[in-house]
């Protein structure tokens, strides 16, 4: 109980942090509208009007996944800049646990995309929320939120073994979009990128979410998107434990 | 007028050498090169599905889009980093022209978005089958040119505001953004409301984007030519505007003594 309060504290306190920065929130808010607004209007041209909350939701995922990939991706290297890694460290817990709350805030802020495009939606283009499984759908954002914080332990380990990390964060944003179904239906991308879909949480969390919203299976999606997402927290978990007595032991911990 | 020239060509040239302080060539190719490969692929396979446009649609309006990249950040860190690093006040100290100071950092900028939206061309016709007249390939060349210098002024316009405003970098990321959704290179221009077209008319890319559809549909350098001066009229535009924003905003944040101010 006392890991799920500390654990439930700490990211409470790294999302009240994150909704701090207007850099944050306008990215987070006006950023995920726009290319919602895209695709309203690209569902509109393709004659698919009737696919709107599919193309809001899938936005809002959009958003959730950027802000997972930015925000975890340099979560060390923010810690580091702030001046708090050796802090963070110094706890008398291990370092995934301490780390976990900033990505799981990374997720919970992706939230505001998914909360700013369905908004939108409904407000500006008049897009009705005849969600298929409305209860399922407010279970199925909160699951993909934790799995896409989980997922995000390992980028942030992953990251923080690469040096140029910042390359890759900036090139994973669209594939992973693409490849996991977010506004693009996985039928139409070649049959090669199947497997690669298939081990990425971001697919199932993606279809859990589409599914709660359009009809379909919510379940199994969701409790295959966490059960990948826990595997990813597990492998992140080590790799961190592994960084963080490297770093200890060659006194490079606040060198970037 | 060889000392202007030399202040524009080598200043920009230096100055473009101390972005790689800080990046490094794989951040480089994996987020100027690599990542508009993937925005191509993703839009390219979205209307596919939904059956709004065709591959070359998609391959040669993202190709020019992806100039706007590293044009609107170049542009933008090319004032917003010098107060980021404490130099801004030393550039503002020099008894030479600041306009042309700061229009020559654009020019390196538009070369690596020349570069990029060549790259993403090249990379987006070979994986998608686009087959494109060759005679039409100079005059593309041509017009990813424009493109890029028009974008880089329009980068340098976002930047201006960096020596008023401190979060920069929030313009600078919603106005990518938006080129995406205005400039027509995704969402057919007829498929958008009268308001944002006319918007559109006025942001770079978007009539380079037309011009270059018109190349690559082999209907010849006279049919592109109008949308191709309607860019050069957009970027010239904006390198005005930057040149007034940044006269006007250093002469206040002397006033204000706010130069520094982060």
């Not at chain 2, 993937?38 to 040669?60: N, T």
Request: charged share 10%.
């Amino acid at each position: 109980m006392k890991l799920l309060r500390m654990i439930g504290v700490g990211a409470l306190l790294h999302t009240k942090q994150l909704s701090r920065s207007p850099f944050e929130i306008a990215t987070a808010l006006i950023v995920p509208v726009v290319q919602a607004t895209l695709a309203v209007y690209l569902f509109r041209a393709g004659g698919e009007p009737g696919r709107l909350l599919e193309a809001a939701v899938g936005a809002g995922l959009m958003g959730v996944w950027s802000s997972v990939l930015f925000g975890s991706g340099g979560a060390i290297q923010n810690q580091r800049w702030q001046g708090t890694l050796e802090m963070i460290m110094l706890a008398p817990r291990p370092p995934a646990l301490m780390i976990l709350p900033i990505t799981l805030a990374t997720a919970v802020t992706g939230t505001y995309a998914m909360l700013a495009t369905l908004l939108w939606g409904r407000l500006l283009y008049g897009v009705p929320l005849d969600f298929a499984h409305p209860l399922l759908f407010l279970l199925a954002v909160p699951g993909c939120v934790l799995g896409l914080g989980m997922f995000g332990l390992l980028l942030a380990a992953t990251f923080v073994l690469m040096r140029n990390a910042n390359a890759l964060t900036n090139t994973l944003e669209y594939p992973i979009w693409l490849v996991s179904g977010m506004l693009v239906p996985l039928t139409v991308l070649p049959g090669w990128t199947g497997p690669i879909a298939a081990a990425l949480p971001t697919t199932w969390g993606a279809r859990a979410v589409h599914e709660a919203a359009s009809g379909g299976p919510v379940w199994p999606s969701l409790g295959i998107c966490l059960a990948i997402s826990l595997g990813c927290l597990i492998t992140g978990a080590l790799m961190m434990t592994y960084v963080e007595r490297r770093a200890r032991a060659a006194a490079t911990l606040a060198l970037a | 007028m060889t000392a202007l020239f030399r202040l524009i060509g080598t200043g920009g040239v230096i100055a473009y050498r101390a972005l790689f302080n800080w990046t490094t060539p794989a951040m480089f190719i994996g987020s100027l090169l690599v990542g508009p490969i993937f925005q191509l692929l993703f839009f390219a396979y979205l209307g596919r599905q939904l059956g709004v446009a065709d591959d070359r649609f998609y391959i040669v309006g993202n190709a020019v889009l992806a100039a706007s990249l590293s044009c609107v950040f170049g542009g933008t860190m090319a004032v917003a980093n010098e107060r980021r690093f404490g130099t801004l006040g030393h550039v503002l100290l020099s008894p030479r022209s600041r306009t042309a100071v700061f229009l020559g950092r654009v020019l390196p900028y538009a070369g690596n978005g020349l570069l990029i939206a060549v790259s993403t061309l090249t990379v987006g016709s070979l994986l998608l089958g686009l087959r494109m007249p060759p005679d039409a390939l100079p005059a593309l060349l041509a017009t990813l040119a424009v493109a890029s210098l028009s974008c880089g002024f329009f980068g340098l316009t976002l930047g201006a505001l960096g020596l008023r405003f401190r979060d920069v970098w929030v313009v600078s990321n919603v106005s990518v953004a938006l080129l995406l959704l205005l400039t027509g290179v995704n969402v057919p221009a007829a498929g958008l409301p009268g308001w944002m077209r006319a918007v559109g008319q006025a942001l770079p890319i978007t009539h380079a984007a037309a011009a270059a559809r018109q190349l690559v549909a082999g209907k010849g350098f006279a049919a592109a030519a109008p949308a191709l001066a309607a860019e050069v009229a957009v970027g010239f535009g904006y390198a005005l505007l930057a040149a007034t924003l940044l006269k006007l905003f250093e002469a206040e944040s002397r006033r204000r003594a706010s130069l520094d101010t982060m």
